[in-house]
């Protein structure tokens, strides 16, 4: 007889998957709207809040060294912390 092993056929396995059912509730389109409006005003506090710690902690410096870093980095770090 001719051998049946296909090599392009995954592989077998004798794990049980359990499927489990929750109830989710998907957000309407105002909900995510209102959500992305609280990101971002988030976003922009943060960013006046570290701006402004910068500049009491460091001065002059401060805003010299906040007016090296390109814009995307600026963004980058704030989103990180």
Do not use: C, H
Request: proline share 4%.
């Amino acid at each position: 007889m001719e051998n049946t092993d296909n090599i392009y056929q995954p592989p077998d396995s004798d794990l049980i998957i359990r499927k489990t059912e929750k109830d989710y509730i998907l957000a309407s389109k105002w909900q995510r709207f209102f959500n992305n409006i609280i990101d971002v005003a988030g976003y922009y506090i943060f960013s006046i809040i570290i701006g402004v710690l910068l500049v009491l902690l460091f001065g002059q410096k401060g805003i010299e060294t906040i007016d090296k870093i390109p814009a995307i980095f600026q963004g980058w770090i704030v989103v990180l912390l």
